[in-house]
C-alpha cells in the first residue's frame, strides 16, 4: 500500500493541498469582502453554501481530473469518485469556516442607548447591545411555516416565526425602528395521516405560544441583525402580520437575541477551521495510502501525454452521437431554471407559494384562463434531490431513445406528454399545486412501451428494461409517499403509450 508513496505525495497530494488553500484563500476572503465588508449582496443560507461549494468544485475538479488519471483502476473503479469529492469538500468547508472566522474576527459590538440609534448603522453592522429593551408581545406578528424534508420527503418540518416591535418606550408605537425576531420549530413523520398532522401541528402552534408568553424578552446577552443565512425572508413576513407595520418598500430591520458571550463566536469559528484543515487534509493523505499508481500512466504524464480535457471529450461525445441534440439542451434548461430559483428565492427547495408564483400547475388558476401552467411545470423542480433523480432519468433515457425518435420528435413527446401528465394531475388532484418533469420523463417511457412493436429485436430489450427500471420505482413511490403527484406520472406514462402507438399506425410520421 505504501508503494511508491513519494510519488503520490510530490503528484498528487502536495498539489491538490495546496490548490484547496488558495481556493479557500480566494472563495472564503471573496465572500467577506463581498458580503460582509462591502454588503453587495446578502444570500441566504442554502445560495451561501451552493456558491460556495459550486466554485470549490469548480476550481478543483480541472486539477483533480489530470492528477487522479495517475491511480490505478480495476473493473469497478466507482471508489474514484470519493478521491473527487473529499478535496471538493475540504475547500469548500474550508472556505465557509474562513468566511464565519473573517467575520467574527472583524465584527464589533455596538452599544445602543434606544432601539431607535439602530437606524444611524448600516446593514453591514450586525451585533448590537441594548441598554433600554421594550419588545411588545401585544402587537407581535406571526408567520407559521409547514415544509418536507430528509431524501424521501420523510419529515414534516414545523416552523413559527414571531416579530415583536422594540420600542423607545412602553408606550410609543409611532415608529418602530427594530424588531425582536424569535424563532420555533418541532418536526414530525410525513407518513401521518392528515388529521394527525392537522393536530401535532396545533400542538405544536399551542406549545410555542405557552413558551413565547412565559419568555423574558428582556434577558440577552447581545442582538444580531438577522441577514439572508438566519431566515431573513421568513421574518419579513412575520413582520408584515403584525399591526405596526410599515408601509415602506425598505426590509424591517430584525434582531435575534443571543444568549452566549460574544468573544465565543470567533473563538467556535477559528476551532471549526482548525479541525478542517487537519481532519480533513489528513483523511485524504490517509485515502492515498491504499491505491497503486499506475506505471503507464506516470510515465505518460512525465512525458507530457494526458487524458482529453472535459471539452475536448465533449466534442467527442458529439461527434460520436449526432443524433444526441435535444437531450442535452432539455437537461440543461431545467437545470437553469431551478438554479434561477435558487438565486432568486434562497433556498435548495422551495415552498409552495413560490412554486405556485413560478408556474405550478394549479386547477383552479389553469380554469381561469392560466393555460401557460400546463407547459411551465415540467420545467420546474421543488428541491435538489427532486431536480437530480429526474434530470438523471432524463440523460439516460432520452440518450437511448433520441438517435431512434429523432430530435424533433422526442422534444413534441417531452411536451406534449408532459401536457398529459399536467392534465391528469389537475383533474385527479384539483387542490394540489404540481411541478415536476417527472410527466414528461414518463411519457418518453410509455413512448418505448408503445414502440415495442415495430422495433427490431435488439431494441426490445431496451425499451422494455428503461420503463421497468426508471417508471417501476416512480410509481410504487408514488402509492406509498402522499407528496408524490402519481397522476401525473400515470397521465405522462398513457399519453407516451399512446402517442407510441399512433406512430406504429403512421410509421411514416417517425422517419
Known sequence: MLANFGYKLRLLYFPVVALGVLLALLI??????????????DPSSSQLFAGIFGLSALGMWPLLYKRLQLLRRGSDDRWVMLYYMAPMAVAGFTSLFLLDYLQERT?????????????????ATRYFTLQECHPSRQFAGAYPAISVSGKHDEHLDFDLYLACPLLPTPTDTTAVAGWLGLHFEHQV????????KEAEFQAFLQRSQDTFNAQDLTRFRYLTRVSGREDRREFQQAVQASLLRTATPAPAVVLQPEHTPFADRAAAARRHLACTLGIGWGVFLLMLVFPHLSSTDVEQWQQGIGRPSLWQQGQLFLRENPGVRATPVLVLLNVAVYLLMVSLLGGLSFRTPDLLAWGGSYRPLVLAGDYWRLLTPMFLHGGLLHIIYNMISLAVIG?????????????????????????ASILWAPDTISVGASGAIFGLLGLMLGLIRRATPAA????????????????????????????GHIGGLLGGILLGLWWQVHPEQTT
Open 107 to 123: 465584527s464589533r459590538l455596538i452599544r445602543l442607548t434606544s432601539i431607535q440609534e439602530l437606524r444611524q448603522h448600516p446593514t
Open 28 to 41: 472564503g476572503s471573496g465572500y467577506w469582502l463581498l458580503t460582509v465588508r462591502l454588503a453587495l449582496f
Open 189 to 196: 413523520s410525513n407518513r401521518l395521516e392528515e388529521a394527525q
Open 399 to 423: 440518450y437511448m431513445l433520441e438517435p431512434m425518435l429523432g430530435t424533433g420528435r422526442l422534444v413534441l413527446t417531452y411536451v406534449l406528454t408532459g401536457i398529459a401528465g399536467v392534465l
Open 460 to 487: 426490445r430489450g431496451m425499451l422494455l428494461i428503461l420503463p421497468v427500471v426508471f417508471g417501476l420505482p416512480g410509481l410504487l413511490l408514488g402509492f406509498f409517499s402522499p407528496t408524490t403527484d402519481n397522476a
